[in-house]
T-cell receptor, first 114, second 115 residues
Framework: DAGVTQSPTHLIKTRGQQVTLRCSPK?????VSWYQQALGQGPQFIFQ???????QRGNFPDRFSGHQFPNYSSELNVNALLLGDSALYLC?????????????FGQGTRLTVV | AQKVTQAQTEISVVEKEDVTLDCVYE???????LFWYKQPPSGELVFLIR??????QNEISGRYSWNFQKSTSSFNFTITASQVVDSAVYFC????????????FGTGTRLLVSP
């Protein structure tokens, strides 16, 4: 049973470019959340998708957008990249969206903006 | 607003020592959920435990134990007889009680266990 898988694992982009990160949830999971983890910090919530809709959003600008597909996989898009967007981007999946559900995390995508 | 504080940035111990990682949280929710995650160098967050706010019973799982004290808003994590494989960054996290709630993480504690 595959866990949460993210691609790519590493990415280097130039300031001003756009990037798309991908996430496949654990089998049986229908909710996907994205987090940004800057170096030496804890993960910060970006947004959550359930039934192909964005259900909740953290304090991130509109440059950060996402999508969930019918098979529950998800994409995170970041436009007009800034140096400060360099971070580990983590995807988490869960079965349902209730507060008591356990979130399983992928290994992350390390984005470097130069 | 919800907040999690992990005051210990880094802890170094020698193998077989016991170590306690502190976590203090703030929330206005009467029902909430607390979590601990382990992040090895590979980057993946590994789930360790979930605790409901209405269940203050302490829990033990092998060498791991958790002490939840609502009166002091703390949810501390103890590793008994630490091992080198325990070296990682440990995060405490909090989630409120309504649907679609985000996890609020602390800044993490880096644990270094030397042989």
């Amino acid at each position: 049973d595959a866990g949460v898988t993210q691609s790519p694992t590493h990415l280097i982009k130039t300031r001003g470019q756009q990037v798309t990160l991908r996430c496949s949830p654990k089998s049986g999971h229908d909710t996907v959340s994205w987090y940004q983890q800057a170096l030496g910090q804890g993960p910060q919530f970006i947004f959550q998708y359930y039934e192909e809709e964005e259900r909740q959003r953290g304090n991130f600008p509109d440059r950060f957008s996402g999508h969930q597909f019918p098979n529950y996989s998800s994409e995170l898009n970041v436009n007009a990249l800034l140096l400060g967007d360099s971070a580990l981007y983590l995807c988490a999946s869960s079965r349902g969206s209730g507060p008591n559900t356990e979130a399983f995390f992928g290994q992350g995508t390390r984005l470097t903006v130069v | 607003a919800q907040k999690v504080t992990q005051a210990q940035t880094e802890i170094s111990v020698v193998e077989k020592e016991d170590v306690t990682l502190d976590c203090v949280y703030e929330t206005r929710d009467t029902t909430y959920y607390l979590f601990w995650y382990k992040q090895p160098p590979s980057g993946e967050l590994v789930f360790l435990i979930r605790r409901n706010s209405f269940d203050e019973q302490n829990e033990i799982s092998g060498r791991y134990s958790w002490n939840f004290q609502k009166s002091t808003s703390s949810f501390n994590f103890t590793i008994t007889a630490s091992q080198v494989v325990d070296s990682a960054v440990y995060f405490c996290a909090l989630r409120g009680n309504t649907g679609f709630q985000k996890l609020v993480f602390g800044t993490g504690t880096r644990l270094l266990v030397s042989p």
